[in-house]
């Protein structure tokens, strides 16, 4: 249950990114994350703190309900 919650938050967040016609590599500049680190949180093979969801939601400027929306 917990790596299906993980696979749809990374696909929504993959999915705004993608909206703003954004990289990985922006992404990863405007929130101080790893290029890295995006990618494992995209996939869903990664658990991140709620705060680089916040730091995710604030430099794609949507509501990080969106980011977690189907959990």
Known sequence: ???EQLKLI????KAERL???????????????SIPTIS????????????NIIEIAKALNVDINI???GI
Do not use: P
């Open 1 to 3: 249950m917990v790596n």
């Open 19 to 33: 909206k703003k016609n954004l990289s990985q590599e922006q992404l990863a500049e405007m929130t101080n994350i």
């Open 40 to 51: 494992l949180i995209e996939t869903g093979k990664q658990n991140t703190s709620i705060l």
């Open 67 to 69: 980011l977690i929306s």
């Open 10 to 13: 990374g696909i929504n967040i």
